[in-house]
Every structure is written in C-alpha cells, then in structure tokens.
C-alpha cells in the first residue's frame, strides 16, 4: 500500500505543540501529506483508566484506518505499556502489516506488533518532541515514509567495538530488534517481547537512567536468558537529564563485562538530534565498524 498522506498519532504523552506544528510544516514540504490525529486530554487524563482506554483506541483505529504503510507517533513519554492488553490483537491481524514509527516509549508498542504480528517498527525521531532536527538521518527517515513496506528499505549507521575479546570481526547477521532498554525490561515475562531472541542482532538505548538501573535492567536480561543465541548487541547513546548524569564509557565497559556475545557502542542512535532510523524485524548484519539493515517484507 502507498500513499502520501501519513498519519500522525498520540499513543504516550502529548507533543510539544510549537515543534509538532513546524516539523508538520517540513514533513509537507518533503511531498507527503501529514495528517495529526491529535487526542484532546492533558498528560495527567492520559495515565487515568479512561484515558489509557481512549488512546487504546486512538492507536487501534489509526493501525486499521491507516492510508499508509507507515504510522508516525507524535511523542513518546509514557504510558503505553498500558495499551497492550487492551488492543484487540485478532481483529489488527486482519489488517495489512503497518509500520509504526518512533522511539522511546514507543517502543513497547513495537515489541507487542512485532510479537504477536510480526509487523516491522522503525526506531525513528517524532515530530512532537524538540529532538526532531534536520540532517542525513531526516532525509532517510522521509524518503522510508514515502515507500512502502514491500519497497527497498535499507540503512547504515557507524559502529565500533567495546570488547573485541569476543568478536572474530568476519560479520554477523540476524533479524534487528531493540529500542529503549527500560521500556524493553518492563516487557520481559509478557506476551508483548519475545521469549526467544536467538538470531536477533539487539540495539538498545536510554535517557535519564542511572548508571545502577542500567546495569540493573541488563542483569534481568541476562539472568532471563534472553541473550541466548545473540549474535551481537549494539548499545546507543545513553543520555542523562536534568536531574541525572551518566557515565557513557564507564556504563559501556561494565555492560560489555557482564554480557556473553560481541558489544558495540554507536552514536548515532538515541535520545538525540541526530538519531538514525532502525528497523525493528528487518534482516541485519553487522562487522567491525558498521551496522546495516535491509527489509523483506511481503
């Protein structure tokens, strides 16, 4: 399915209405038609009972109203880990295979569609949040919304070891999954992530998390064998906020320490201007210095 016009939704927290307006205005002069599916609740309406069943069918209708291959969400922030139950996952199988678009806590929507459908994501910027910024990585982002899923879709972004003791540097392939590690681990034990990940080339990133509750995140993967049969896993940045700083290179070698296959940092991925697509479900290989990716879907 093709088409211009591309929906943009609310699943989690309310965009910033000044970048979604002026990041709108840049998706139209790319040649598609946006179109916001805006949802009239304040932040705290959205974390009530109503408000997670409303956005359950905001995300819903959108996924099976959809003019195009690809669904773009406004903004993460919170919450939609509580959409997942709620969701009539039968009926959204009937439906063509959708795309949806975004990162953060976004990505537990896409663990569940790639889950339970085998539906693809992509780990990409959102117009509603200021990180949205112009560069090489919005050019590829807008020319993947102009195509659809049965197209030629494909991407690099740079990579580099971080413990080389375990790599053989000959390349590695595997099916890409990943996204924000803590809205990940909230998932494991759930239908919503799958319970076998061997074959899976990993990449995770994060924001505002310190040091210890990273490192408390990776040891519930690795204690729940999730690593079993993990040909690689690419960490993105892990960015601090206001209130919390990190340690990216003391965080990385700890991570690299306690994890079994090859480690790989990459700074192009993340909470952060400059944050290249990634295509959850699609096929990926990865060597010393870079990683790749190329869909095939039908």
């Not at 998706?27 to 069943?53: C, V």
């Not at 909470?271 to 790749?292: K, R, S, V, W």
Request: hydrophobic share 40%; aromatic share 8%; with cysteine.
């Amino acid at each position: 399915m093709t088409s211009r016009e591309l929906l943009i939704i609310e699943p989690c927290g309310p965009p910033e209405e000044a970048s979604l307006a002026r990041n709108l205005a840049m998706i139209q002069a790319s040649g598609l038609t946006p179109t916001h599916r805006g949802l009239a609740m304040t932040a705290r309406d959205r974390l009530t009972e109503e408000g997670a069943i409303q956005r359950a069918a905001h995300v819903q209708e959108t996924l099976l109203q959809s003019p195009s291959d690809f669904l773009l969400c406004a903004r993460g922030g919170y919450g939609a880990s509580e959409l997942l139950h709620r969701l009539d996952w039968a009926r959204i199988q009937s439906a063509p295979a959708r795309c949806l678009v975004g990162f953060s806590d976004v990505t537990a929507l896409q663990s569940a569609l790639y889950t339970k459908l085998g539906w693809p994501g992509l780990h990409a910027p959102m117009p509603g949040s200021p990180l949205w910024a112009n560069g090489p990585h919005m050019n590829r982002l807008l020319a993947y919304l102009s195509q659809s899923l049965t197209g030629s879709l494909q991407g690099c972004v740079e990579i580099y070891p971080v413990n080389p003791k375990v790599h053989n540097g000959s390349g590695e392939s595997g099916i890409l999954f990943g996204g924000c590690l803590s809205v990940l681990s909230g998932l494991i034990g759930t239908p919503f992530l799958p319970a076998d990940l061997s074959g899976h080339i990993l990449f995770f990133e994060d924001t505002g998390e310190s040091l210890p509750r990273v490192l408390r995140y990776w040891r519930q993967w690795l204690d729940s064998e999730l690593l079993r049969g993990v040909p690689g896993v690419i960490f993105g940045r892990f960015t601090g906020s206001n209130e919390t700083t990190i340690d990216e290179d003391g965080l990385m070698e700890q991570l690299a320490y306690m994890t079994p296959c090859p480690v790989y940092r990459c700074g192009q991925f993340g909470h952060i201007a400059e944050n290249y697509p990634l295509m959850i479900g699609a096929q990926a290989t990865f060597t010393d210095d870079q990683l790749c990716w190329m869909s095939e879907f039908q």
